[in-house]
């Protein structure tokens, strides 16, 4: 049985972006970082539906911001089974 503890959210960039760009035309920087931010959340989203799909007796937590050593960074996707801790781990630039 898979317990899922944190449900993955969109990412604040992602929001502003989808909004800046319903109300104005974007520049072609931000027209791409948009385009990369939509296919980034939409993998990890499909990546949420593949290991729901496992029947393993496991924990998954998603969105882990965390800070170490006065840096800030983040973990997609930590799952947790008995025995093994996997991580799925992105930088955010």
């Not at 319903?22 to 990890?44: V, Y």
Request: with cysteine; glycine share 2%.
């Amino acid at each position: 049985m898979m317990l899922l503890l944190k449900d993955r959210t969109e990412w604040d960039e992602l929001k502003v972006l989808r909004l800046l760009n319903s109300r104005m035309i974007l520049p072609a920087d931000k027209r791409n970082r948009l385009a990369n931010r939509e296919k980034g959340f939409q993998g990890e989203k499909r990546f949420d539906q593949l290991t729901t799909e496992l029947e393993l007796d496991m924990t998954v937590l998603n969105d882990l911001c965390l800070e170490y050593n006065h840096s800030i960074f983040q973990i997609d996707t930590l799952i947790i089974s008995q025995k093994t801790i996997y991580k799925k781990q992105s930088i955010k630039s």
